[in-house]
């Protein structure tokens, strides 16, 4: 108790300082998005009374943290920390992370291979916020946004010529340098940006008995482009994009009595992705947006256990909006389509293709908005399915409103449910195999004032129909629908300006996920955390005139459960980061920052079966510092 007692007093120590007048701007920031911010040709416009988070990422924050750092601030996104070049699983409510719909610029990224979305893809510099949208809404998203759906959004070209240049150098060789260019000519815009990243990540950890290793074959590479061309076409408000991800990332296994460490693997993935956005206005109430892309990944595993393996996906995707308001009125109906690919040396050669349409109406009488959206999705693969999504938004008072919703999510079988390979166990493809389904509900409150906001929401997900693997006979497995289960929570974001010069932001979430059915039946699900609290604050003084930030975030991770017989947990978690940033010199930014000052190494995953156990080793405590210089 005395301990826990003595890092909250060092981080107060470090958050409440005294302030003067400044101008500069925070490292990142997370906000609660209001349903008046949701705009047609936003994804959050689609959700208009969802509880929504926008996690803003500022220029401050490109050579300090990465794209997973970013996400694990707000206290409602599970991203377990598995150190270093190991992909993470990120869900939102409850769910997993096959059902979390992630997205780049509203384009689903989600596979219907079934693999985890690596984001570490896409890079800090090319991003401008991430939308975190909470609830199921497959109405609105389609499948996979049974628990909700996380929206990267990278940055558009800035109408003048520009430059900012970024270097970091942190511990464990982690190297950045982030080059982005803007141009404008005839009102039109251009911006490219290049990022070079890599790290070693060779960490040291202790072993189960007591003895120190290396983390080896845990390092990354990763290389992107990303261009955007802004075009004014006969009123026509286009973007046109275009991105190019490089990466190689070592697979250097896991550590446990079922652990096998693998010195040699490694995976190298290469990503193309293009898109084209246009939208217009015909009067200020009426808008229509199209938006067309092609997303190519190519990748070449190297494992002890299967040899050389190829595999490419792609997916093209075209939607078609279109939303009208007369008066109180409001009607958005649309039309999606979505074609996947595979050929892969295991999986072999499939396709699936999926149409949708939806419509959402509304009516904002003021001071209640009602939305109503409706969904048929019909696959190539399984048959037509309905969603729905309802939501109110009533402004009881100036500075109060009020959301609630109610809404149903589904998620097909994936490709990998349905043609899995494996190179120990026989394995039997079931054709009766169901999509899986939800049914949630949320109410509460969003408070706005000028120096001080807050949002609160109380929800409930119920599951059923998940899938679950099967073993009928020896070395034999398949995929069954078999199991129900349910989550519900708290999850709540405060935020307070004190004074000009400094902001505290304050997250907590209490969730309960446990088994509806089977063996385990009102069990806690194992691996997900059930508390998770995050503190956040920024002093933005002016010091012998020159623009400074000191910034500081602490983030407690209650301990997660190993066994599905809850028997034993993972530890608690406290990481505290904390940095500073000062303009040295006029268009010259040095920053520096130490993360998890505490040391603490702490698994986030360890999951425990009747075979054995099986854990990722996390690092201690690390550097990172960096120069920005714009022109």
């Known amino acids: 108790m005395f301990y826990r007692g003595s890092r909250m007093f060092l981080f107060t120590v470090i958050s409440f300082v005294l302030f003067m007048p400044s101008v500069w701007a925070e490292e990142i920031v997370i906000t609660a998005a209001n349903f008046e911010d949701a705009t047609p040709e936003t994804v959050a416009g689609k959700a208009p009374t969802s509880f929504t988070e926008t996690v803003t990422i500022c220029p401050l924050a490109n050579g300090l943290i990465d794209t997973l750092d970013a996400l694990r601030l707000p206290v409602d996104v599970d991203l377990p920390d598995y150190g270093g070049a190991v992909p993470s699983p990120i869900s939102i409510r409850g769910s997993n992370f096959q059902q979390t719909l992630v997205m780049l610029d509203g384009v689903p990224l989600s596979s219907s291979v079934g693999d985890i979305v690596d984001l570490s893809l896409y890079t800090i510099p090319e991003i401008d916020r991430i939308e975190i949208i909470k609830g199921s809404n497959s109405a609105a998203f389609g499948s996979a946004a049974m628990g909700g759906i996380v929206n990267i959004v990278t940055k558009r070209p800035s109408l003048n010529n520009s430059a900012l240049f970024t270097a970091s150098k942190g511990t464990y060789g982690y190297n950045l340098y982030n080059l982005m260019l803007n141009g404008e000519k005839w009102g039109q815009g251009l911006m490219i940006d290049l990022t070079k990243s890599w790290a070693d990540n060779d960490f040291l950890y202790e072993k189960d008995d007591g003895s120190t290793a290396r983390r080896e074959n845990n390092h990354f590479e990763n290389t992107s482009i990303l ?38 693997d490694e995976v190298r993935t290469r990503q193309y992705f293009i898109t084209l956005n246009t939208s217009k206005y015909f009067g200020p109430d009426q808008n229509v947006q199209l938006k067309a892309s092609r997303i190519a990944t190519r990748t070449h595993n190297l494992t002890s256990y299967a040899g050389d393996v190829w595999s490419k996906l792609t997916s093209d995707y075209i939607e078609l909006d279109y939303s009208k308001k007369v008066g109180i009125f409001g009607i958005s109906p649309g039309a999606a389509w979505r074609r996947e690919g595979i050929s892969s040396d295991d999986y072999g050669i499939h396709d699936r293709t999926t149409g949708s349409g939806f419509l959402t109406t509304s009516l904002n ?34 500075h109060l409103s009020v959301k609630a919703n109610i809404g149903t999510g589904f998620h097909e079988p994936t490709m990998g449910h349905l043609y899995t390979p494996s190179s120990w166990y026989a394995f039997i493809s079931n054709p009766d195999l169901r999509p899986e389904k939800s049914f949630s509900w949320d109410i509460g409150p969003v408070i706005e004032y000028k120096n001080f906001g807050m949002s609160v929401s109380y929800f409930v997900t119920r599951y059923k129909d998940l899938i679950k693997m099967d073993f009928p006979a020896l070395s034999t497995f398949t995929y069954v629908n078999v199991d129900r289960a349910h989550a519900s929570g708290i999850e709540a974001l405060f935020w307070t300006k004190p004074a000009d010069p400094v902001k505290i932001s304050l997250g907590y979430a209490f969730n309960q996920f446990r088994y509806g059915s089977g063996a385990f039946e009102s069990k806690t699900i194992k691996l997900k955390p059930k508390q998770v609290f995050t503190l956040q604050t920024d002093y933005l003084p002016v010091l012998f005139g020159r623009q400074t930030d000191f910034f500081a975030s ?26 500073v940033s000062v303009e040295v010199i006029k268009h010259a930014v040095l920053s520096f920052k130490v993360n998890n000052i505490f040391d603490d190494t702490s698994v986030e995953f360890e999951d425990k079966t009747a075979y054995g156990t099986y854990w990722y080793p996390l690092p201690g405590r690390t550097y990172r510092g960096s120069i920005q210089l714009s022109f």
């Not at 459960?561 to 940095?579: C, P, S």
């Open 365 to 398: 009488f003021e001071p209640v908005l009602v939305s109503v959206t409706g969904r048929r999705d019909q696959s190539s693969d399984f048959d037509g399915r309905w969603t729905y999504h309802g939501g109110i938004v009533w402004r009881a008072f100036q």
């Open 554 to 579: 602490y983030r407690f991770r209650q301990g997660a459960y190993m066994d599905d017989a809850n028997t034993e947990k993972t530890g608690n978690r406290d990481i505290l980061d904390a940095g």
């Open 227 to 264: 261009s955007k061309l802004l075009l004014d076409v006969s009123g026509w408000d286009t973007s046109l994009s275009g991105s190019i991800a490089d990466q190689t990332l070592g697979s250097p296994g896991s550590e446990g009595s079922m652990g096998v460490l693998t010195p040699d």
